[in-house]
Each structure stands twice: as C-alpha cells, then as structure tokens.
C-alpha cells in the first residue's frame, strides 16, 4: 500500500470515529486577510479533542493496533473486553514521553480504548496539563514525572522503563505512523479550500506535523510552498538542516513549550530536508505579540500553535494576494501566561524598557525627572530607589512603557541633557534574568 493510501485509509477510519478526532474548521480570517492583503485561512487545531493536533498521530497508532480486532466486524463491546484481555496479557499497555499535549491525546485514548499507559513527564511541565492528562486517562493512565527539563530527559526515562518492562514505546513524532497521522490536516486543507493553495505554514517541534504535512502537499499539491517555522530559543531544525544531519542543541528556551525540542526525529528531518520550502526561525517577542494578536480575534494559542501566524510578518511581500494557509497547532496554555506573553511582545516591540539610573541625592530629584524626562503618555510601571544619606549618587530600577517605538529614544535624550547616569538592562541579558 502507497503512503498517501495509508494516509487516506487512516482520514476515512478518523471520519467514523469522529467523537475521537474531528475534521477541524478551516475558517477565512477576515482580519488576517486585510492585514496582509491576502488569502489567510487558519486550520483550526486549537479545536481539535484535546485541543492540540497531537490526537491525529495518537489515533493512527491506536487505530493500527487494533486495526485486526476491528476488522473482523465484532460486536464492540465482546471486541473491548477481548481487547482489554489482550492488552494486560500480552501489551500490557503503552509507553510513551511528552512533553504534554501529546501526553494529553494519548491519555484520552488509553481511556478511551481501555489501554494502561504510563506516560514520562518532564518535571517542569505545566500543573494545568499534568492534571489534564490524569483527567482524560483516569485509571488507565500512569504519570510518571522524571528529573531533568527537556523532553529528551522524559524519552530517556521512558525507554528504559520499556525495555525493562517489555513494553511497547510510542514517539511523539519519530514515527511513520504517527506522520501519517499528522498528515490528515492537509488532507482536510485541500478538501475544505475550494482553491488552489500557494502557502502553507506549519510549526515544527520534533518535526513529525512538518513531515505529514509536506508529505501530503507534495503528492496533491506539489505547487504550494510549505514552509516551516521554529521559535529561536529551539531551533533544532533549522539548525539540522543547515548542518545536514541531525544535530542536538545544547539548550533550550522552554518559552515555547510545545516546541521545545533539542534534538528532530530522524525520519522527520528526513522527509522535511525533502518536502519542505524552507524553515523560518521566529524570535519568542514576536511569537508573544501573534499570541496576544488571535486573543483579541477570539483565539486561545499556545506559543507553539501561534508559530505558523507569527511567520507572516516575514512573508508579507511574497503573500499578497496568494492564498495562505496557516495551522493553528494547538491551544492548551495557562491563561495566567498572558502577563508573561504582554511583557515579552512589549520587550520585542522597543515600548518597554528597564533602565537603572544613577541618581544624585538631593530634594525633588525624583520630580525633576518626571517632569522634564517623560512625556505626557510615558508611563512609569515600577520605581525602586532608596535614598541614602551620606552618599552624593545612588541607582534607582525604572521601568517605563512607551506607545511609540521612538519615544524612548526622546527619553534618553531628556536624561542626557539633565545629566542622568543610566543603563538599559534590556541589553544585558544576564542582569534583566537577575532582576526580573
């Protein structure tokens, strides 16, 4: 059988078991659209069961498993409870690493087929997903949270206990069956778009949806650009690409959790380094500003899901009047991140700035700068200083927010003709994770 048979094969068992996986909506965003004077339809993974894309990988494991007992036209409730005898006799269950959506469509399944999971977390995973899993799983399902902060930790951990209990291990992208799954999306794309598609956009984490994806768009769609994207502080694929082989990252930002890769599969670079346009590498500010952006439209992403819109901005020229289609991975974050998501898109915007600025002790001081150093919309968010005697100068941390880009560099100006020491720590990186 052909790999886009299987594909199919798995989107027609997806269709009857639609309870479990949806066809999710490809909707025309008005607003993205005006913005970019083009086409731009966002593929709705963020709706999917479990809010994450991750179940279309999930569900094509699953379904192969037990693709011989479905087969033979059991009544499904003899077909479970042999399955169950089966599963604890011979599988004994699954065993799988995540770093939490992937961790959620698997429990949901394990619950949903009766098959005991034992799922590997990395300890730094959100307490909201970890309870989410346990939820979904219930009883058929084993957190089990191991040291270390990157997924790699979590994968290691999770093949031991594998090989030790002679269970099967189950990758979250480094699988065919699992890009197989994951190609179902562009499958669904070219159904729903009654037009010709000239840009796709896909985020990459391990690199398994890039790889369906492409895959699919390059046997029925050969003409469109697929074209994926990465955040910066995880740039695995790019950087493999570059190199030509797979390389490992030495660290990691886990901003983009989702995403948070160090090392691509290998049979995903394989296909990608084949299939796909180009990767383009996205800096977190900008993923935060995209984030809050499809906030105010209505949309609830996570920094990963947000990747494919966050690349527009640099593809603006190319997609004027083209047709665009970007996928909206997933939307499992915390809404408490929001503050965090505002203070990154302010830092990458230039209208958020930390300075420290050598003050002379001396009456009114304070005043005068207001005064004479900000503008009437500047807006001083914190303020630490001491005043000390028996001293000439002391620092003071000023936080101030700006509306305009420009207007800081008025700000330093003011500062200079009153002769104000200062630094700007958001240059210093060191110094800014310190303090903040």
């Given at each position: 059988?052909s790999?886009?048979?299987?594909?199919h094969n798995?989107?027609?068992k997806?269709k009857?078991?639609?309870?479990i996986v949806q066809?999710?909506?490809l909707?025309?965003?008005?607003?993205?659209s005006e913005?970019y004077?083009?086409n731009?339809y966002?593929?709705?993974?963020?709706?999917?069961?479990c809010?994450?894309?991750k179940?279309r990988?999930?569900?094509?494991y699953?379904?192969?498993?037990?693709?011989?007992?479905k087969?033979?036209?059991?009544d499904?409730?003899?077909?479970?409870f042999i399955?169950?005898?089966l599963?604890?006799l011979?599988?004994i269950?699954?065993?799988t690493a995540?770093?939490?959506?992937f961790?959620?469509a698997v429990?949901?399944?394990?619950?949903?087929y009766k098959?005991?999971g034992?799922?590997f977390?990395?300890n730094?995973?959100?307490?909201q997903k970890?309870?989410?899993?346990?939820?979904?799983?219930?009883?058929?399902?084993?957190i089990k949270?191991?040291?270390?902060?990157?997924?790699e930790?979590?994968?290691?951990y999770?093949?031991?206990?594998?090989?030790?209990?002679?269970?099967s291990?189950l990758?979250s992208?480094d699988?065919?069956?699992?890009?197989?799954g994951?190609g179902?999306i562009?499958?669904?794309v070219l159904?729903?778009?009654?037009?010709d598609?000239?840009?796709c956009?896909?985020?990459?984490?391990?690199g398994?949806?890039?790889?369906?994806?492409s895959?699919v768009?390059?046997?029925l769609s050969?003409?469109?650009?697929?074209i994926?994207?990465?955040?910066?502080?995880?740039s695995?694929?790019?950087k493999s690409?570059?190199e030509?082989?797979?390389?490992?990252?030495?660290?990691i930002?886990?901003?983009c959790?989702?995403?948070?890769i160090?090392r691509?599969g290998?049979?995903p670079f394989k296909?990608?380094k084949e299939?796909l346009?180009q990767v383009h590498?996205?800096q977190e500010?900008h993923i935060s500003?995209t984030i809050?952006?499809?906030?105010?439209?209505?949309?609830?992403a996570?920094?990963?899901?947000?990747?494919?819109?966050?690349?527009?901005d640099?593809f603006?020229d190319?997609?004027k009047?083209?047709?665009?289609?970007c996928?909206l991975?997933?939307?499992?974050?915390?809404l408490?991140?929001?503050?965090e998501?505002?203070?990154h898109?302010?830092?990458y915007e230039?209208?958020?700035?930390?300075?420290?600025i050598n003050?002379p002790m001396?009456?009114g001081?304070?005043?005068?700068?207001i005064?004479?150093?900000?503008?009437?919309?500047?807006e001083?968010?914190?303020?630490?200083?001491?005043?000390?005697?028996n001293r000439?100068n002391g620092p003071?941390?000023v936080?101030?927010e700006v509306?305009k880009?420009?207007e800081?560099?008025k700000?330093q100006?003011?500062?200079?003709?009153?002769n104000?020491k200062y630094q700007i720590?958001?240059?210093?990186?060191?110094?800014?994770?310190l303090?903040?």
């Amino acid at each position: 059988m052909s790999q886009m048979s299987i594909i199919h094969n798995i989107h027609s068992k997806m269709k009857k078991e639609s309870q479990i996986v949806q066809h999710t909506l490809l909707e025309l965003s008005r607003k993205l659209s005006e913005k970019y004077e083009a086409n731009i339809y966002l593929k709705r993974e963020d709706n999917q069961h479990c809010r994450s894309f991750k179940i279309r990988g999930a569900f094509a494991y699953f379904s192969k498993l037990t693709e011989d007992q479905k087969s033979k036209d059991i009544d499904r409730h003899i077909y479970i409870f042999i399955y169950i005898i089966l599963t604890y006799l011979y599988f004994i269950g699954i065993v799988t690493a995540s770093d939490g959506n992937f961790a959620l469509a698997v429990s949901y399944l394990c619950n949903q087929y009766k098959i005991k999971g034992y799922i590997f977390l990395p300890n730094v995973c959100q307490k909201q997903k970890i309870e989410n899993i346990q939820q979904f799983g219930q009883e058929y399902v084993e957190i089990k949270l191991v040291n270390g902060g990157f997924y790699e930790d979590a994968v290691k951990y999770a093949k031991e206990f594998s090989q030790l209990n002679k269970i099967s291990y189950l990758s979250s992208f480094d699988d065919q069956t699992m890009i197989d799954g994951n190609g179902t999306i562009a499958l669904e794309v070219l159904q729903d778009l009654e037009t010709d598609l000239d840009y796709c956009f896909v985020p990459v984490g391990g690199g398994g949806l890039a790889a369906g994806v492409s895959l699919v768009l390059s046997q029925l769609s050969p003409d469109t650009k697929c074209i994926g994207v990465e955040p910066d502080g995880a740039s695995s694929m790019s950087k493999s690409l570059k190199e030509g082989q797979v390389v490992v990252l030495d660290s990691i930002s886990r901003y983009c959790d989702g995403s948070s890769i160090r090392r691509v599969g290998d049979l995903p670079f394989k296909i990608c380094k084949e299939k796909l346009s180009q990767v383009h590498v996205v800096q977190e500010g900008h993923i935060s500003t995209t984030i809050l952006f499809l906030y105010d439209i209505g949309i609830i992403a996570e920094p990963a899901g947000a990747l494919s819109v966050a690349a527009l901005d640099f593809f603006k020229d190319e997609i004027k009047g083209k047709n665009v289609v970007c996928i909206l991975a997933g939307g499992n974050t915390e809404l408490s991140r929001l503050d965090e998501f505002k203070e990154h898109s302010l830092l990458y915007e230039g209208l958020k700035y930390f300075f420290l600025i050598n003050f002379p002790m001396r009456q009114g001081v304070l005043k005068e700068f207001i005064v004479k150093c900000l503008g009437p919309t500047d807006e001083i968010c914190q303020l630490q200083f001491h005043k000390k005697p028996n001293r000439e100068n002391g620092p003071a941390l000023v936080t101030i927010e700006v509306r305009k880009k420009e207007e800081i560099l008025k700000i330093q100006e003011n500062m200079k003709k009153i002769n104000l020491k200062y630094q700007i720590i958001n240059e210093q990186r060191e110094l800014y994770d310190l303090l903040f």
